[in-house]
Each structure stands twice: as structure tokens, then as C-alpha cells.
């Protein structure tokens, strides 16, 4: 079984290296690389959702062989493999076996802050901090700063620009995975399920927005999650 995984903003396919070692040998985890980053840095950022859904479907594509696959998407990821999901239900590719969506309400969730990718550095880089998108010793650094900074701007201003478009359900089965102490409520994450006309199982994990970063338990607790939902094991019920 192929598990593809998108990474969230500000991210390369690099936070997935571990997990590769960690699912192996009963899932083969293939972190995917967005445009801008890793080792596509020379490759210009997306300028909205439709040219990041076509690209990843591309990339998709290439590595689609017959074998049973499934997608996981972190927070942006997670948007962009919405819509890469409903590209490949119009174009009638290869179905997936599940689609996993962690750190994200439903698509049609507003934005519960202002837009902040326009903001000069020094209020965005505040914003950011207090999203704990990421860490103080980063933007200390000038050439991390230098070299993070157009990578976050650019995956902000993909999140906030893009327009949910109502459509027909997804044939397939969605996992819906957050952090206890994530600030969606309820009902936001829980409004996935309108997005399929097969199951959706929602999980919480210890943790916030990066519960499988900040927390080794709930790591351990996500890896048994995604084998149990993808291979049929009895499912977790807690950690």
C-alpha cells in the first residue's frame, strides 16, 4: 500500500523522511514535494490552488503503477488534497483507498484570522510566532529567515486566497485527524463528513495544530491509526 503525503505550509516532503522507516514495510510512505522547496527550491511558487492541485496530480500520476494507494494532507496540505482528490474523481483516475486529512476543518470553514501573507516581515513574522507555525530560533537566524520567509509567504497567501467551490461528494472513505487542543471547533472538523458519500471517522490526538511533531505518544498513536485505516487492523480507540 503507497501512502502519499502532503506536507503543511512552510514545509518540504522532508517531515516525512522519518515516518518512512517508521510504516515500513506494511505501508510505503512517498512524501511528495510542492514547487518552491526541498529539492524543487528552484521552481516557482503556486499561484493559486488550481495550479497546485494540477501539479500535484501530476506528480501523483507519475507514481501510480496499479498498486492501492492513499492520500494524507497536514493543514495546507490537507486543503490541496481536497481539491487534488476532486480532480481525480472528475477525471476518472485511479481511485484512492482512503483519503486522511489531519489539522483541518471542513473546506468550507472561513478563515478564522485575516489574511496576514501581504504584512510586512516584522508583523508577519509576529503572527506566525503566535500561530506557533513555527520556532523563535528560526527567524534569529538570518539565512533560515531568509530562506523560510518567501516559502511561508507564499503558502499563506495559497491558504488564504482560495475559494471553496461547492460540489457532489467524494465516493471515498475520509479519516479526519486533529489535535485535542486545536482551535476548529467541533462541528468545523466534524463537517468533513458532508464531504463524502462513504465513512468518515474523526480522531483526536493529545496535542495542538502539530500534535504528531509535539507529541511522541500521539506520533506512535498516528502511525497505528493510518495501518489500522489503511490495511484493516482493528482501529485504535485510544492511547
Not at 65 to 90: C, N, Q, V
Not at 106 to 118: M, Y
Not at 198 to 217: I, K, M, S, T
Request: aromatic share 10%.
Amino acid at each position: 500500500m503507497k501512502l502519499f503525503c502532503l506536507p503543511y505550509a512552510g514545509a518540504s516532503a522532508a517531515i516525512y523522511f522519518r515516518w518512512k522507516k517508521c510504516l515500513a514495510p506494511i505501508l510505503e510512505c512517498i512524501p511528495l514535494e510542492l514547487a518552491g522547496r526541498g529539492t524543487r527550491s528552484g521552481e516557482r511558487f503556486y499561484e493559486g490552488m488550481e495550479e497546485a492541485r494540477e501539479d500535484v496530480l501530476r506528480l501523483l500520476e507519475a507514481r501510480m503503477d496499479g498498486a492501492p494507494y492513499a492520500l494524507f494532507g497536514h493543514s495546507m496540505g490537507g486543503m490541496i488534497l481536497y481539491e487534488t482528490a476532486r480532480l481525480i474523481r472528475d477525471r476518472n483516475l485511479p481511485a484512492p483507498v482512503k483519503l486522511l486529512f489531519s489539522g483541518r476543518p471542513a473546506p468550507e470553514t472561513p478563515a478564522p484570522e485575516s489574511p496576514i501573507h501581504g504584512l510586512p516581515d516584522g508583523e508577519f513574522t509576529e503572527r506566525i510566532l503566535q500561530m506557533g507555525a513555527t520556532s523563535e530560533e528560526l527567524f534569529a537566524s538570518k539565512p533560515l529567515r531568509d530562506a523560510f520567509m518567501p516559502i511561508l509567504r507564499a503558502d499563506f497567501r495559497l491558504v488564504e486566497t482560495y475559494e471553496y467551490e461547492e460540489k457532489k461528494p467524494l465516493p471515498w472513505e475520509i479519516a479526519v485527524i486533529t489535535g485535542e487542543e486545536e482551535k476548529w471547533t467541533t462541528a468545523e472538523v466534524e463537517g468533513w463528513k458532508r464531504h463524502t458519500s462513504a465513512h468518515c471517522r474523526v480522531v483526536n490526538l493529545p496535542g495542538g495544530h502539530f500534535y504528531w511533531q509535539d507529541r511522541p505518544e500521539s506520533l506512535q498513536a498516528l502511525h497505528t491509526l493510518l495501518r489500522d485505516e489503511l490495511l484493516g487492523s482493528p482501529l485504535i480507540e485510544s492511547i
